[in-house]
């Protein structure tokens, strides 16, 4: 059986780490909170402290699907991606964490695909069906988070829909009229809309007429 640093030196280095970390007393853990927010990074995170946003960040960097040991290849990697956060505009800390696992899903997807056409099926077939499996996957995930993220800032809307009615003497007419909108708003939008609709026109009834009686004959209206 190959030794833990052969499989990864990293994990050694970890795991002796934890073990002198229980022999020795465990130091206090403070946990500090800016009271003044500075939002410089608020493009990256969506969160108004700063320190939310710099940890996000850092985190996405580290979970992409690249040589981490790198410093020029993270660096590039890690500017491309923080640009397109950037670019989706996170208004708030949720969206900044569906942002981040967005893109390193999106990220995880590609390198599967890339993977899986690296092994020819000729020669690698259930190496390239698996890589192709989990690219699937990877795939549905972004799919996810992106009507998750298209309804956390979809929120708070509705959708009416008035039905406007108008009866001519011959023919009738029914309008749709959708409004859509945060509650509020579509309340407002509706008051402005007619609250009632056109009456059919009645029908003449025939009235009666008084009988006058004619000399010389019967009775006539």
């Not at 710099?54 to 040589?67: C, G, Q, T």
Request: with cysteine.
């Amino acid at each position: 059986m190959p030794a833990l640093s052969d499989l990864c030196p990293e994990m050694e280095s970890a795991s002796k780490q934890y073990g002198e970390a229980n022999l020795t007393k465990k130091s206090e853990v403070n946990i500090k909170i800016d009271r003044s927010p500075k939002s410089e990074w608020k493009a990256l995170g969506g969160g108004d402290r700063d320190q939310w946003n710099e940890r996000l960040s850092n985190l996405v960097i580290r979970a992409l699907p690249v040589n981490q040991s790198n410093a020029e290849v993270v660096s590039e990697a890690g500017s491309a991606v923080a640009a397109g956060v950037v670019d989706m505009k996170p208004a708030d800390p949720v969206e900044g964490m569906l942002m981040a696992q967005l893109v390193v899903a999106n990220e995880a997807a590609l390198s599967m695909y890339q993977r899986a056409w690296a092994c020819p099926p000729d020669h690698y077939f259930e190496a390239h069906t698996k890589y192709l499996q989990l690219a699937d996957k990877a795939s549905r995930t972004v799919a996810m988070l992106t009507e998750r993220l298209d309804q956390h800032r979809g929120r708070g809307q509705q959708q009416i829909v008035v039905k406007h009615v108008t009866v001519n003497a011959d023919q009738a007419m029914v309008a749709d009229s959708i409004v859509t909108g945060k509650t509020n708003d579509v309340v407002s939008a509706a008051k402005l809309l007619p609250a009632t609709i056109d009456q059919p026109m009645s029908n003449i009834e025939p009235q009666q007429q008084e009988t006058v009686p004619i000399e010389g004959g019967t009775n006539s209206k």
